[in-house]
């Protein structure tokens, strides 16, 4: 693995372009765009505070930046490098701001989620969303960019609603059976939206595009539950991982669940296959054929290291998260299918890996620690 | 009295008149008594049956004496009777005495027998009260046994019940800890939302006091230098009811298209299934069928009869099915017919089980005729698996070497192929070409030889001719009786030429320089020396014919050449002898070869 020389980014800015030709960094309130092949800075742009937050357009053509202590929002193109865009939230505030799926709409969220105000770069209008809710997973956009399902509270009830992108028009507005929803997701193809109710409560419900309720689904009651859910990219399964450290997966027919995958943490399962990278510190990486446990310990000095197939049983070393505490770091925090949803890597436990991320062929698996990061190779079959 | 005295008295044999003639004794006052005690005692004894009386009237000593000693045992010896003076009667006073005693003693039996009996019937009463009190406690001992025994299952049970109630309870606090534990991440999850939430309402408040505190209202507006242009490049539209129309119909066309493609994969995934089940109940029937002739017994042939029949119906109803594929009732039909032949297929193979085990059990041996054992059969199985693996090698070789023989590769290789068979032969033939050669050269030799020795003989023959003629013409002019001195001499260096000649001929593969010196050593002297001179006289006269001589000539000159030495038509026979010998030597040469 070569590197390259480093460069100086704050807060964690640094996105590559959709398109894979640019790199752009954000230096307290400087926006460089590198190209990625020389990284010879291309463009250089100045914000009027330190970004908070920067994004790429989904065309690669702009990029957003956002200061929420000043509650703006400056848009700048590739194109056109004195083209400048400048969205102004006033008094109100600004905690998020984000592209639409066009790259020509700018969603931006209030302070305590009072509205969303949607500015249109073609022709400077705005739409507002009154009441959306501070949760989880409060809005999403289908993988196609057509619509948006946005969670919203009103009364002491929740209530989701769908818009068209195209020109943010309301196409359903409807309940849901939730105490306190969560999150939304989409389904891969956008028919489906999965809707998971607060932690106290185990609950997923599935509505159609339309707004129909398809079906219900709850594993248990009174303890803690859904932490998240995942869409295997064919939208033909759905994983929900919860508190109790198991995973459970529905199938898109009957809704019903089809497999339950536990995190014990005796390893003793014949086809697991426990990787320990061999090292100061040891690290213990297990994979099955679909689910994988991952610990990463952090470690200073981490040079060279190696990783030996585990004899089993394998004790993974386990800790107590206090329970007295909201949000106990204990269950499956985090979820990825592969691309060909053969595969499912999962997460258990409060180990420090911050994010799984399958490559788009699906055999490769990058696991991000906070200091570390691990790539993982799944066996593929001989090509004939 | 006296007479009276004489009446019979015996206290064991007395019949009832006798008794009641006893009874007429007048006795004391006490008479009566005892009359009653007679009677009582006389009552018993009436049980028995007539005995003969005890005295008679002849018999009174007898008698009285058998009385006396039967007193004297009963240890009555003081009283004893007598007869009276005069013989005619009994003394009455010890008579009386001795009734007296044995009254009394009847009485004290009496009693005794009384008190006997009181004591056996209390006795009998005791036994009977004791049975009775041991058969009831015998009862009581029963029941309270049958009490304890369920009074034990009675405590068992409830120890269970305390067991099952004990770990109830013990479930039950695990459940109220659990609870409890829920219970408590609960109320942080709820105190932590609402500590959140307070916190931002305080925030809104403050926020809120601060705008109504501050007077300027920052606008929120948006600077673009220049509006950009629609990503699909299309212009923006309007919003109406059209539109909304529009939007309407499009989420319906994708939620539509969804269902199709689903309904499109779940058809495609219906109709493999069904394949694969038409598939697997071809196969079944297929399985149950051929086992028809190996069935044993009437029921499994029934079965199998009838699951042959139905397969055949089914199979007719299959190709029906094909046809409504959709149809509900063919599914179930489909289904239905398959769970009937995958339960036939159970019982065939738990049949075949059963009778697997029974021909493993080594008493049931004439029910394991028909069927062939396991280990017998994975035997056999092997062994035709190493037959059928060898039978392969060889085929396989037999084609390489096939190959090889009929296409060789290029041409040198053919060749060197095609001659490698025959170099065995070649070489062979080579071998003996050679020997050939060699005996063809040697024979030549010889033929040489024997050419020149012809020549030379014949060159000694016309020496020996002409000097034969010479020694005639000085035999005819020299007759005299001392020949025979000469002769051997001159026979002696004829016999030389010649016999050098013969010995050429007859020792075939001796060189010719060998024979001349052969022929040195021969005994022609000898032979010549007993020669008769009669037989030279009639040679040299020819009195004896030549075929005679030629004969004797001819097997001289194959056995004994000292014959042939007298002879003077040697040379002419030698010569033919030569020829002769001379061909079968060159005859003999050639026919080896």
């Given at each position: 693995m070569n590197f390259s020389e480093l460069f100086k980014q704050t807060n964690q800015l640094c996105r590559l372009s959709p398109d894979g030709k640019y790199l752009a960094t954000c230096v307290q309130y400087r926006l460089v765009v590198r190209d990625v092949n020389t990284l010879q800075i291309l463009h250089l742009y100045t914000c009027?505070?330190?970004?908070l937050h920067m994004e790429w357009s989904s065309d690669s053509l702009f990029i957003l930046c956002a200061m929420y202590k000043r509650g703006l929002v400056q848009v700048w193109s590739l194109e056109q490098p004195d083209w400048h865009c400048k969205i102004d939230e006033g008094s109100i505030g600004l905690v998020s701001s984000r592209w639409s799926p066009d790259g020509r709409h700018v969603l931006n969220t209030t302070e305590f989620h009072l509205r969303v105000t949607v500015w249109s770069l073609c022709n400077k209008s705005v739409s507002y969303i009154k009441y959306p809710k501070a949760c989880q997973k409060g809005m999403d956009f289908s993988a196609d960019g057509r619509y948006m399902a946005l969670a919203e509270r009103r009364e002491c009830k929740d209530y989701i609603s769908v818009f068209v992108c195209d020109d943010w028009h309301l196409l359903r507005h409807f309940e849901t059976e939730t105490q306190d929803l969560a999150g939304v997701e989409w389904s891969p193809n956008g028919c489906v939206l999965a809707v998971w109710d607060t932690c106290l409560e185990y609950k997923v419900l599935l509505y159609s595009l339309d707004g129909r309720l398809l079906s219900t689904y709850s594993a248990y009651e009174w303890s803690l539950g859904i932490k998240t859910i995942a869409w295997s990219p064919s939208s033909q399964f759905l994983a929900i991982s919860s508190y109790d450290e198991k995973v459970r997966i529905l199938n898109h027919i009957t809704w019903k669940k089809i497999a339950e995958f536990e995190h014990p943490a005796n390893i003793s399962s014949t086809k697991a296959v426990v990787y320990r990278e061999v090292e100061k510190c040891p690290v213990v990486v297990s994979e099955d054929l679909s689910s994988s446990q991952i610990t990463v310990s952090s470690s200073l000095f981490n040079t060279q290291s190696k990783y030996e197939i585990c004899q089993l049983p394998v004790q993974v070393a386990v800790l107590k998260p206090d329970p007295d505490r909201a949000n106990p770091k204990v269950g499956v925090s985090l979820l990825a299918f592969s691309a060909n949803s053969r595969y499912l890597a999962t997460k258990n436990g409060c180990f420090q890996v911050l994010s799984l991320l399958w490559h788009c062929s699906g055999d490769s698996l990058i696991l991000l620690g906070k200091e570390q990061l691990c790539l993982c190779y799944m066996e593929t079959e001989e090509q004939k | 009295m006296g007479d009276q005295c004489g009446m019979t008295m015996t206290e064991h044999t007395l019949d009832a008149k006798e008794i009641s003639s006893i009874s007429g004794i007048t006795m004391s006052p006490s008479r009566q008594y005892g009359q009653t005690t007679l009677h009582s005692s006389l009552s018993l004894h009436k049980s028995y049956s007539g005995f003969s009386p005890f005295c008679s009237e002849h018999s009174v000593t007898q008698c009285i004496s058998y009385i006396n000693q039967e007193a004297c045992s009963l240890g009555l010896g003081t009283v004893c009777i007598d007869l009276c003076l005069g013989g005619e009667g009994l003394k009455a006073v010890p008579v009386l005495n001795l009734l007296y005693e044995l009254l009394q003693i009847n009485r004290r039996h009496q009693k005794a027998a009384e008190e006997l009996e009181t004591q056996q019937m209390k006795n009998s009463s005791d036994m009977e009260h004791l049975q009775h009190s041991h058969s009831r406690l015998k009862d009581q001992l029963e029941h309270t046994r049958r009490e304890n025994s369920g009074l034990h299952e009675g405590e068992r049970q409830l120890q269970l019940k305390i067991k099952t109630l004990q770990r109830c309870l013990k479930s039950e606090k695990e459940e109220v800890q659990k609870l409890q534990s829920i219970i408590s991440s609960r109320a942080s999850q709820y105190n932590h939302d609402a500590k959140r939430k307070e916190r931002e309402c305080a925030k809104l408040k403050e926020r809120l006091n601060q705008l109504l505190v501050e007077k300027r209202d920052k606008k929120l507006a948006i600077e673009v230098s220049n509006p950009v242009g629609r990503s699909d490049g299309k212009r923006g539209l309007w919003k109406t009811g059209k539109m909304e129309a529009r939007h309407e119909g499009e989420m319906y066309k994708a939620l539509l298209n969804d269902y199709e493609a689903r309904q499109r994969a779940l058809m495609v995934e219906n109709t493999e299934l069904k394949k694969v089940l038409q598939q697997m109940k071809r196969d079944m029937v297929s399985i149950l069928s051929p086992k028809k002739p190996q069935a044993r017994g009437e029921a499994s042939d029934d079965s199998l009869e009838q699951v042959c029949s139905d397969g055949e119906e089914e199979m007719c109803e299959a190709s029906r099915e094909c046809v409504e594929q959709s149809c509900e009732q063919a599914r179930e039909k489909l289904t239905n017919s398959i769970r009937q032949q995958w339960r036939r297929l159970k019982c065939h193979m738990e049949r075949l089980d059963s009778q697997a085990s029974l021909v493993s059990a080594p008493d049931r041996e004439g029910e394991g005729e028909e069927l062939i054992s396991r280990q017998v059969h994975e035997e056999e199985v092997l062994r035709m698996r190493l037959e059928l693996q060898q039978c392969r090698d060889f085929i396989q070789t037999q084609q390489q070497l096939w190959q090889q023989l009929s296409s060789p590769c290029d041409d040198e290789t053919a060749a060197l192929l095609s001659g490698c068979y025959t170099l065995e032969e070649k070489e062979r033939l080579k071998e003996e070409w050679r020997l050939f050669q060699e005996q063809k050269r040697n024979f030549e030799k010889e033929r040489k030889s024997f050419t020149e020795a012809a020549i030379r003989l014949g060159h000694e023959k016309k020496a020996f001719e002409d000097d034969r003629a010479t020694w005639l013409k000085n035999q005819f002019l020299t007759m005299t009786p001392f020949v025979d001195r000469k002769r051997p001499a001159t026979l002696e260096s004829h016999s030389t030429a010649s016999s050098g000649a013969e010995a050429k001929m007859i020792s075939t593969p001796v060189p010719p320089a060998k024979s001349v010196s052969y022929s040195a050593f021969t005994t022609p002297k000898t032979g010549s020396a007993c020669v008769p001179s009669t037989v030279d006289l009639y040679r040299t006269l020819r009195l004896i014919p030549e075929s005679s001589l030629r004969s004797q000539g001819r097997r001289g000159s194959r056995q004994d050449f000292s014959s042939l030495s007298r002879d003077l038509t040697k040379p002419r026979l030698h010569n033919g002898t030569a020829d002769c010998s001379l061909l079968s030597l060159l005859k003999d040469v050639e026919s080896p070869t």
């Open positions: 009027l505070d330190q970004v | -």
